[in-house]
């Protein structure tokens, strides 16, 4: 599943999403959203997932040294709470 866009509010930019990714070489395709809406990544196959937690999660699990530590496909575990 490949990103297709990231969108955040331009009053609002999720600074720690930006640099998690930064950080662990993942690439995003930034582009400013709607004036309130909340940070949200677009894939491919038109699954999205909203909120600065859920996508630091998501880039955690994508670069984690142990890739299959909970044994479930990555957008499941984008809804397990922490």
């Known amino acids: 599943m490949e990103i297709k866009e990231f969108s955040f509010s331009a009053d609002s930019v999720p600074l720690a999403v930006i640099v998690a990714a930064r950080v662990s070489n993942f690439s995003l395709p930034a582009k400013f959203g709607k004036p309130s809406s909340t940070p949200t990544f677009v894939f491919s196959n038109g699954m999205e ?3 600065t937690t ?10 984690s040294s142990m890739p299959n530590f909970y044994n479930h496909d990555l957008s499941v575990l984008c809804f397990i709470s922490v």
């Open 54 to 63: 859920v996508l630091l999660r998501y880039i955690g699990r994508v670069v």
């Open 49 to 51: 997932l909203h909120n």
